[in-house]
Nanobody, 120 residues
Framework: HVVESGGGSVQAGESLNLTCVAV????????MAWFRQAPGKEREGVVR???????TYADSLKGRITISKDNAQDSVNLQMSRLEPEDTAMYYC????????????????WGRGTQVSVSS
């Protein structure tokens, strides 16, 4: 499984750093992704990093987020800056050995999420 941390309540324009730690498997062999889900909305992909370290960012957050994978620590970090109220959501980490896209149903490992709340 994976465990997320780092969420919180911030003002618009501030930054947060989310961490996802993998338990029981090496992230170097998995695609790791971040999703988010706001109340009443579908879960959407934020960013993913594949086994070779290649990244894909969602257009809505491109330029404001950076993902990094630490194979030694089996963790993935998501740095978010210039946060906006529209970024308020539960942020989830997902992992899969074979799939590496933005369709949530195709990931077989999920964390419980970490809440990000941005006020104006």
């Amino acid at each position: 499984h994976v465990v997320e941390s780092g969420g919180g309540s911030v003002q618009a324009g501030e930054s947060l750093n989310l961490t996802c730690v993998a338990v029981g498997f090496p992230v170097r062999n998995y695609c790791m992704a971040w999703f988010r889900q706001a109340p009443g909305k579908e879960r959407e992909g934020v960013v993913r990093v594949d086994r070779d370290g290649r990244t894909t960012y969602a257009d809505s957050l491109k330029g404001r987020i950076t993902i990094s994978k630490d194979n030694a620590q089996d963790s993935v970090n998501l740095q978010m800056s210039r946060l906006e109220p529209e970024d308020t959501a539960m942020y989830y980490c997902a992992a899969d050995r074979h799939y590496c896209g933005f369709l949530p149903l195709n990931y077989n490992t999920w964390g419980r999420g970490t809440q990000v709340s941005v006020s104006s």
